[in-house]
């Protein structure tokens, strides 16, 4: 079992010491986000192919990374770094700051460790296409030698992004668009080429409509890139988490509405006073990330892969 820590929230960056704590204890409790059923995912070591964290910030697991490979399991992440203006993502640290990160990893883990993702691509008055294209060759450049990917998608804007957008366009006096294919498709060749000077392969996340320029399908959940860091054959099934998706299957641990980043196009938070509120409420001794209700108490289902 492949476990993504996690696509619903930045564990490394807001809740790494529950994260270690839940490898100590062998299991987490997880609650699915459509029935709110909590189920028991199984942690120790012999049940676990690898952890494919997702994260803005991996610092607070950083200085921890003797307990990450005492696990021995293998592990990637993928590393968001898009360095937009602070109306947009208030609350991210600096790129320069985020890419020592990853260098770092790329050097004390594996060179096939970290993944850049300049993910979602978002079209606005202070972030147009002309915006990418410069900004993306500046952090691939400070990149470089850190990893050999960069994926990209294109913001998909869901309801709750879009009145989250459009609140805070009103009060930061800016405008937001979701463009027409073809200047996405031009967009995303233009960066498959700034990839390639800086000997990183362009991949696309869930959107094979926008391969361009050479780039290739994203496969965020990759075994094969587990088992090179291990150098042990891993296996798993392909099975994506949406249409597009050419992940491999994985069980997440996170919870939705718990990130407090804030990020505009956030398409896992709802408000962020709701995760604000969260992360504070949060208990790092708990087996699940949020507060358990007392009917939890019943025995759980386990979801082990």
Request: include cysteine.
């Amino acid at each position: 079992m492949i476990v993504s820590a996690s696509y619903r929230t930045d564990i490394p960056a807001f809740y790494a010491e529950w994260f270690l704590r839940r490898l100590e204890e062998g299991f987490a409790l997880v609650r699915n986000p459509y029935s709110g059923q909590l189920y028991r995912v199984d942690l120790r070591p012999h049940r676990v192919t690898g952890f494919v964290f997702w994260t803005r910030n991996f610092g607070p697991l950083l200085e921890h990374l003797d307990r990450l490979r005492a696990f021995g399991r293998p592990f990637v992440v993928q590393f968001t770094i898009t360095n937009y203006p602070r109306a947009i993502e208030p609350a991210v640290i600096p790129a320069e700051k985020a890419a020592a990160q990853m260098q770092r990893l790329a050097r004390e883990v594996h060179p096939l460790c970290p993944v850049w993702r300049y993910d979602p691509v978002l079209f606005t008055s202070l972030t147009p296409a002309g915006f990418h294209v410069e900004n993306f060759r500046r952090l691939a450049g400070m990149l470089e030698g850190a990893t050999d990917e960069a994926v990209i998608s294109f913001a998909q804007i869901y309801a709750k992004s879009r009145r989250n957008l459009d609140a805070a366009a009103r009060r930061q006096g800016f405008s937001w668009e979701d463009p027409p294919r073809e200047a996405k498709l031009e967009l995303a060749g233009r960066l498959a080429g700034a990839a390639a000077e800086h000997g990183m392969r362009l991949t696309v996340c869930s959107q094979p409509e926008y391969l361009a320029g050479g780039a290739g399908e994203a496969r965020c959940v990759d075994a094969r890139r587990l088992a090179q860091i291990s150098g042990e054959p891993l296996e798993a099934l392909q099975k994506g988490n949406r249409p597009g998706c050419a992940c491999h299957e994985s069980r997440d641990i996170g919870d939705y509405d718990t990130c407090p980043h804030g990020c505009l196009y956030c398409y896992a938070v709802r408000h962020r006073r709701v995760a604000l509120a969260r992360y504070r409420a949060h208990d790092p001794a708990s087996p699940s990330l949020l507060p358990l209700e007392q009917e939890a108490a019943r025995p759980l289902p386990l979801l082990d892969g």
